[in-house]
Structures are given as structure tokens and as C-alpha cells.
């Protein structure tokens, strides 16, 4: 099940022109002032890995250049509260899979596009401090001289970063694109932040543009849900107030009574899939102590912390046949 902060993402920048509200701001402005930007349009963004279990990337958008030419762009919205150490690795994972998913669809072609990887970043304990470059990943003799030797056999890899925690409110507010984008990065910079409440009411003609925009009150209705649900009580009560100046007290109590009860539903359904994990995650600990298998401390924690549906479920087939532990967990 989806978090907040990615069902919010994918569904602001989902939209190619929202998502090239972001793609502007961050690629080099020689690329921006190239990619004919009416063509840019969503790709399916799904791959398989070798285990054969598909993987969804977040976004992956393609565009022409002016002239015809074809450049697929790749944009992953990174929504984790902490700074990931691996997300070079990560991101050249997700390139590299993509790459081998296209020349398989266009095995005539000589030639790969480009796939520009993006990170945008939230997080509320301050900037991005992870290294950016895979490069930076591998660990290299201490001499100076020598590590530059042995950095020239590396692979070389870095990836975009938009990091929305070292920018002001008046810069992500005067960025170019739709008012729901704009309303965006300042809801994902500021969200979870004690400044929430303190900035929501500057936001109020913003709140408005989005309101009067095309599907106004649908769009209105999936920022208050991540508010609500990102937010504290304080912020909670101004989001109130703000949609009372823009839409009226009446419209103002219907959607915050619908989103309510979406949230409600939601933590219901929530509960039951946990519930269905930590069961699964069970039954294996039970058939691996009724064959006889030792199970440690460390991979019982393993098992009974594990979120993954897919993961469990495998585990679950390897514990009928296994005769030890690792037969179980491998490749975890």
C-alpha cells in the first residue's frame, strides 16, 4: 500500500504538464530550451527484474527535441523522510533495467536514448547529504594518486537532484507551471514541518488558482487529504480555514467530512493488510519449527518484520521443502 507523500506525487506529477513544471526546473536549461515540451508524455514505467517480480519506477516520461528527435526522459520522485546512502545505486539500477526493457521493445535499433534520472527530496531532517554519484560508492586505496587511478576504472553515474528542503517558499512559489504544482513543492517542502501552520494562510491565492483551475475541487480535495494526513493539528485547523476563503463553509465541510472518511477507510484497510503480513510471516515460523529447522533470533526478526507480500509468500513456498534457514531466506 502506497504512502501519503507517493500517492501524492504521483498524482501531481503524473500529469506531464504538472510534471514538466519539475523537469524545467531542474534539467540544465540548454536540455530545457531544446525538448519540445508539447510532446512530452507518460510511459508505462514498469519492468522485471530477474526474479521475474515487476517493479514499478516511479515516473518515466519521453519528449521530442525540436527537430524529431526522441528523448525519453526518467523521473523517480524519491518520498523517503531520510536520506538514502544507496540511491546512486539505486537510481543506475532502475536506468540500467529500463535500458534493457527498451532494447527488447527496439531490437533493430544501434542506439539507446537518453534517460535523465531525477530525485526529488523532502525530508524533514534537513538537505541531501548521500553521495550523488555511484562512483563515490566503491571504496578505493587512501592514496591520493593512486585512488584516481583506480577511479578511472570505475563506472561512472550520477543522477539529478532537486532537493526541495534548501529552497525558499517565494522561490518554489514563483517557478513556472500549473497552480496545483506550485501548491506541491510548497506542500512537500513545508508538510511536515513546524512551519505548516505558520505558511498555510500565505498560500490562500494559490489555494485559489488551483480551485478555479479545470477539476479545481478534485485537485483541492488531494492536497487537503495529504495535509490531513501529514500534518499536525495546528495545520489541520488553518487548511480548514484557507478552504473556507476560497470555496465557501458549505464546500469546505463536505470535502474535509468525504477525505474524513477516506482516511478512516483507508487506516481500516490498512490494518487488515498488516494483519494478513503478520500472518503469513507466522505460518512460516510455524511450518519451519514443525519440519525441524532452526530458526535464529535475528532471521525470526527477519521473517516477522517483513512487508513485502511478494518476499513472504515466497518464503513461505521454500519453507515447505527447505532443511535449513538459508534455503528459506536466500537472495534477502
Not at 500500500?1 to 531542474?26: C, I, K, N, Y
Not at 563515490?136 to 532537486?162: N, Y
Not at 495545520?235 to 468525504?258: C, F, I, K, Y
Request: net charge negative; with cysteine; proline share 5%.
Amino acid at each position: 500500500m502506497s504512502g501519503p507523500h507517493d500517492l501524492f506525487a504521483r498524482f501531481t506529477w503524473g500529469q506531464p504538464e504538472r510534471a514538466a513544471a519539475e523537469l524545467r526546473a531542474v534539467l540544465p536549461p540548454d536540455v530545457v530550451s531544446r525538448v519540445d515540451w508539447s510532446s512530452l508524455r507518460r510511459e508505462p514505467g514498469s519492468v522485471v527484474d530477474p526474479e521475474l517480480r515487476e517493479t514499478q519506477s516511479d515516473l518515466l516520461f519521453s519528449a521530442r527535441l525540436h527537430g524529431g528527435q526522441q528523448l525519453l526522459l526518467y523521473i523517480l520522485l524519491e518520498h523517503q523522510s531520510r536520506v538514502d546512502s544507496w540511491m546512486a545505486l539505486r537510481m543506475l539500477r532502475y536506468v540500467v533495467r529500463q535500458l534493457e526493457h527498451w532494447r527488447k521493445e527496439h531490437p533493430e535499433s544501434e542506439r539507446l536514448p537518453v534517460i535523465v534520472p531525477l530525485v526529488m527530496y523532502h525530508g524533514p531532517d534537513g538537505g541531501w547529504t548521500a553521495p550523488r554519484r555511484v562512483e563515490e560508492l566503491f571504496e578505493l586505496p587512501e592514496e591520493t594518486e593512486v585512488r584516481e587511478r583506480w577511479r578511472t576504472l570505475l563506472p561512472r553515474f550520477e543522477f539529478l537532484l532537486d532537493d526541495l528542503t534548501t529552497e525558499r517558499a517565494g522561490a518554489l512559489m514563483a517557478r513556472p507551471g500549473p497552480p496545483l504544482a506550485r501548491l506541491a513543492f510548497l506542500v512537500l517542502r513545508y508538510g511536515r514541518s513546524e512551519e505548516l501552520s505558520q505558511r498555510l494562510a500565505s498560500w490562500t491565492a494559490l489555494f485559489a488558482e488551483v480551485h478555479a483551475a479545470p477539476d479545481g475541487l478534485e485537485n483541492l480535495r488531494v492536497v487537503v487529504r495529504y495535509l490531513l494526513q501529514v500534518g499536525d493539528k495546528a495545520a489541520r485547523g488553518v487548511t480548514r480555514e484557507v478552504l473556507r476563503s476560497v470555496a465557501g463553509a458549505q464546500r469546505t465541510e463536505e470535502l474535509m467530512m468525504t477525505v474524513g472518511e477516506e482516511l478512516i477507510e483507508q487506516g481500516r484497510q490498512k490494518g487488515i493488510l498488516e494483519g494478513r503480513l503478520e500472518g503469513r510471516a507466522e505460518d512460516i515460523l510455524r511450518i519451519l519449527i514443525a519440519r525441524g529447522v532452526h530458526v535464529d533470533d535475528t532471521t525470526r526478526e527477519l521473517i516477522l518484520t517483513c512487508k513485502d507480500p511478494v518476499r513472504l509468500d515466497q518464503w513461505f513456498d521454500r519453507a515447505l521443502t527447505a532443511t535449513n534457514i538459508s534455503d528459506v531466506i536466500a537472495g534477502a
